[in-house]
């Protein structure tokens, strides 16, 4: 009996030393990550952040933004660059810098509800709200005809865009981006926004890095990509964690209940899809079930099917590439989109 009650304390002292330590671990990876402000103050960037002041929906908003001149010989044209979900406009650095090298102006918006820009208390979230929130920017930096270039998210707001001011954009590129299916079509589960703002409450350095690493960059690492994850680490970690998460949630609605897939037969301008195959991106695929999750994310189909529906579309692959090919291999990506560009 004795030597029964000494194994059950031994037992129990190791189920503490566990969880001590598994709790001081989750408190040190928190204590490491830092704590910007609601709008990313804190956060060092390379360029100036520029704000737009404008008012929506009955409230006083601003959009942050990236303004970069062409350094050396201006071509005349503008790159407006759409960032994804998990982005902001500066995680497009590399191609800001290759565009503007090659003569580009590049502007960079961070979308309302992301990044630098206001985190509404309450906002009626749509493509086309963002897309006319986007125009008045252009609008207002007197811009009359642009590239546009849409990455994850941005692909799904880049097209809405182009529907919507189709004379304006001269050429649209759509990168890895998500909507080449529509994922409520084929089953994946509605998740309502309190069930998504509760998964954002959780988020973490730890948690978006593994979704990352898993998803976009086909389980490989970079150095490179640690930036990336403490900035969105960072802004779920500040002062604002719970409008940031909120805000989260409403456009994670958005991105599920708006799909774009059925109209892109009706883009008239040429468009050209730069598709890492290895992209396994879908939302809602952690609570689909099985069979709906084996069939949903294959960019490697994706993007041959949806370059067919589209009237005027190039297809460009990265083979073996992820989610995220402008940052997994910028040289490459970045030579084939200048190439891209310059066939009118």
């Known amino acids: 009996m004795h030597l029964g009650i000494i194994s059950v304390l031994k037992k129990f002292r190791g189920l503490l030393l566990t969880g001590a330590l598994a709790a001081f671990t989750t408190y040190a990876a928190d204590t490491a990550t830092p704590k910007y402000g609601p709008e990313l103050q804190g956060f060092d960037f390379p360029y100036p952040v520029q704000k737009y002041s404008f008012s929506s929906q009955g409230q006083a908003l601003s959009m942050g933004y990236i303004d970069v001149k062409p350094q050396g010989e201006a071509n005349g044209r503008t790159a407006v660059l759409m960032h994804g979900k998990n982005f902001c406009g500066v995680t497009w650095q590399d191609s800001i810098e290759a565009l503007s090298h090659a003569g580009y102006r590049v502007i960079a918006p961070d979308q309302i509800g992301f990044c630098t820009s206001t985190k509404p208390t309450q906002y009626q979230y749509s493509f086309q709200q963002l897309a006319l ?121 958005m991105i599920f209940t708006q799909p774009v897939y059925y109209e892109f037969k009706n883009l008239i301008m040429p468009t050209t899809l730069m598709i890492g195959t290895s992209d396994t991106t879908a939302i809602g695929s952690d609570i689909a079930p099985p069979d709906v999750r084996a069939k949903i994310g294959h960019y490697n189909v994706l993007g041959k099917q949806v370059a067919k529906l589209i009237p005027h579309a190039t297809l460009i692959e990265f083979s073996g590439m992820g989610h995220a090919p402008q940052m997994e291999d910028p040289a490459r990506f970045n030579q084939a989109l200048i190439k891209d560009l310059s066939k009118r």
Do not use: C, F
């Open 133 to 253: 929130n986007t125009h008045q920017l252009t609008d207002s930096l007197h811009i009359d005809k642009i590239i546009l270039v849409g990455h994850s998210t941005g692909g799904m707001l880049a097209t809405r865009y182009a529907l919507m001011y189709p004379q304006q954009v001269e050429k649209l590129v759509l990168v890895n981006p998500i909507g080449l299916e529509d994922w409520k079509a084929k089953g994946v589960p509605w998740r309502s926004v309190d069930d998504w703002y509760q998964r954002e409450l959780k988020t973490s350095a730890a948690s978006i890095k593994q979704y990352e690493q898993k998803t976009y960059y086909v389980g490989q690492w970079k150095p490179e990509y640690d930036r990336w994850v403490t900035m969105l680490a960072g802004l779920n970690n500040g002062s604002g964690h719970k409008i940031v998460a909120w805000n989260s949630a409403l456009l994670y609605d």
